[in-house]
Nanobody, 127 residues
């Protein structure tokens, strides 16, 4: 069982930066692939970024590539999402997710393989 708690959201202006954190419980954090998803009002949950258990491989949605960076600190059971050059269209509730299961790479860009989810943190970007 893994519990996830996000923090770091807030109200910022376009062009600003934010760093989100996701704290995970449990002693086998490094075994879990982690991901960030977001959901804007009236829209479906959208993949943002994912990182392997050891942190050696990352993948991003095209909409955030070059602006967002996912990273993790396995010693602290934390995963981060550094968000730079924020745009109003980045406004959403951001959630972290975790899975210990193995699938083909592209499957991790969907919500399906993730067994554990946080409650989310609101990010609002004003123009």
């Amino acid at each position: 069982q893994v519990q996830l708690v996000e923090s770091g959201g807030g109200l910022v202006q376009a062009g600003d930066s934010l760093r989100l954190s996701c704290a995970a419980s449990g002693r086998t954090f490094s075994a879990y692939r982690m991901a960030w998803f977001r959901q804007a009002p009236g829209k479906e949950r959208e993949f943002v970024a994912t990182i392997t258990g050891g942190g050696g491989s990352t993948y991003y949605a095209n909409s955030v590539k070059g602006r967002f960076t996912i990273s993790r600190d396995n010693a602290k059971n934390l995963v981060y999402l550094q968000m730079n050059s924020l745009k109003p269209e980045d406004t959403a509730v951001y959630c972290c997710a975790a899975t210990i299961k193995y699938y083909s790479a592209s499957y991790y860009y969907t919500t399906a393989p993730y067994d554990y989810w946080g409650q989310g943190t609101q990010v609002t970007v004003s123009s």
